[in-house]
Nanobody, 118 residues
C-alpha cells in the first residue's frame, strides 16, 4: 500500500514560515497528481493546494500567494513552503497522492500539526 508521511509542522508566531514536506517511504512507483489539505479545529477538511504530475499548481483562495507547492518526482516527494502564516492557518495539514494505473486511487498521510500563535 502507498503510505505518505508529512513533516515540517510545528509552532510558529504569526507572520512566520514553515516548510511542509511529504514523503512516500518505500514507494517505488511514480505517484500522480498530489495535493495539500488541511483541517482546522472544528472544521471540515479543505483543499490547500494541488499539483499535477507536470507541476501545474492550483491554490485555495485563502492561500493569498503565501504558499508554494512543489514536487520532486524522482524522490516522490512534495513540499509546501509557507510564509506570512496567520492564526487561521492553524490546522493539521495532510498530503494526498493519486496513484494506480489510471490515477483513480488516493493515498493520505497522517498529517502534521501547524500551530500559529499571535
Amino acid at each position: 500500500q502507498v503510505q505518505l508521511v508529512e513533516s515540517g509542522g510545528g509552532l510558529v508566531q504569526a507572520g512566520g514560515s514553515l516548510r511542509l514536506s511529504c514523503a512516500a517511504p518505500g514507494v517505488i512507483i511514480s505517484l500522480k497528481d498530489k495535493g495539500w489539505y488541511r483541517q482546522r479545529p472544528g472544521e471540515e477538511r479543505e483543499m490547500v493546494a494541488t499539483i499535477t504530475t507536470d507541476g501545474t499548481t492550483k491554490y485555495a483562495d485563502f492561500v493569498k500567494g503565501r504558499f508554494t507547492s512543489s514536487r520532486d518526482n524522482a524522490k516522490n516527494t512534495v513540499h509546501l513552503p509557507t510564509r506570512a502564516l496567520e492564526s487561521d492557518d492553524t490546522a493539521v495539514y495532510y498530503c494526498n497522492a493519486r496513484h494506480g494505473a489510471r490515477g483513480l486511487l488516493s493515498a493520505w498521510g497522517q498529517g502534521t500539526q501547524v500551530t500559529v500563535s499571535s
